[in-house]
């Protein structure tokens, strides 16, 4: 892992004040250049190792995973490295209650591009979204960048998700976006 990156992470575990705690992380992320498949499973594997017991940790937990998403380029990341879906999907529960940094690993998911991460993001749109669209958004966004590689791994799971209100308008709006494009692939 990047020697910054795990310095981020280490800030986690010893996070006492979140006012520093934030400062520190800012600093360290700003050496970041980017991150690989192997960082982010990293990360995942690390944050879901804390316990994050305390509200300074889990709002620690949440700027790396800001700092993450931030570093994250779709064209830098390896086809031959795999994100274990798992991972966010157990982070993702961990932080149920946390909608800013369920978006974030929903992002990853969806920046991550594989069959097994796109299924486990309509899983989790359709079963457990963020209460926020705008927190829904981003990953969504993401998909429409190659809507053809992800119209059938998405849908029709992805609909199960419009009994939510977070989730109809950007599912709807991706569906639309599908059709009048014609992607059928």
Do not use: W
């Amino acid at each position: 892992m990047n020697s910054n990156l795990e310095l981020v992470c280490q800030l986690v575990k010893s996070s006492k004040n979140e006012t520093q705690t934030t400062a520190k992380i800012a600093a360290a992320s700003s050496q970041i250049d980017g991150v690989t498949t192997n960082d982010i499973n990293e990360v995942l594997s690390f944050l879901n190792e804390c316990s994050m017991v305390s509200n300074t940790q889990k709002h620690a937990a949440q700027q790396v995973l800001s700092v993450v998403c931030g570093k994250l380029n779709p064209d830098q990341l390896s086809d031959s490295d795999t994100l274990q879906s798992r991972l966010v999907s157990d982070l993702y529960h961990r932080f149920s209650e946390t909608d800013v940094a369920c978006s974030y690993l929903l992002t990853i998911l969806a920046v991550e591009q594989s069959l097994e991460s796109v299924t486990e993001l309509a899983e989790l749109l359709a079963n457990s979204p963020p209460r926020m669209s705008h927190l829904v958004v981003p990953c969504i966004g993401i998909l429409m960048k190659r809507p053809g590689k992800f119209a059938k791994k998405i849908f029709p799971k992805a609909l199960d998700g419009l009994q939510f209100r977070s989730v109809a308008g950007p599912v709807l709006d991706f569906a639309n976006f599908l059709y009048r494009n014609e992607v059928t692939e």
